[in-house]
């Protein structure tokens, strides 16, 4: 895929958001490379460049308080390569950039790893039942 191509759909993924957590993003970069470098590889105890699609680098919203009014901007970045490489077609890099982009923007609003693990397994436990209202 073009790398114009790419930015403009990782672009869509921010503005698709919900107003509320689109206005709380001023303070955050979002930029596309096309691999992770091997610092950003180590800071998450990576090895392989294809595993990591997206990185948060910042202080979360949960961790703000007064002495971090002069910090410089978060960054979220988001790899094209291997996010290409794990979901092929074009129907499919588009769900992984927006499924990236809302996982790294749940970092910067103080969500960890875990919590996203729960909140995908709840998900699906609830589109596999029908929904929590007995459905």
Do not use: C
């Amino acid at each position: 895929m073009e790398r114009e191509r790419f930015e403009e759909l990782v672009e869509q993924a921010v503005e698709s958001l919900p107003r509320q957590f689109r206005d709380r993003l001023e303070n955050v970069a979002v930029v596309v490379q096309y691999w992770p470098t091997g610092r950003q590889l180590r800071s998450v105890g990576l090895r392989s460049r294809e595993q990591l699609l997206g990185l948060y680098e910042g202080v979360p919203l949960t961790a703000f308080g007064k002495e971090h009014a002069l910090v410089t901007p978060d960054k979220i970045s988001i790899f094209q390569r291997p996010i290409e490489l794990a979901y092929r077609t074009e129907g499919r890099i588009v769900r992984g950039i927006e499924e990236t982009v809302r996982h790294e923007i749940a970092h910067h609003f103080g969500i960890s790893d875990r919590r996203l693990e729960d909140i995908a397994r709840e998900k699906r436990t609830e589109d596999n039942t029908g929904g929590t209202d007995g459905g």
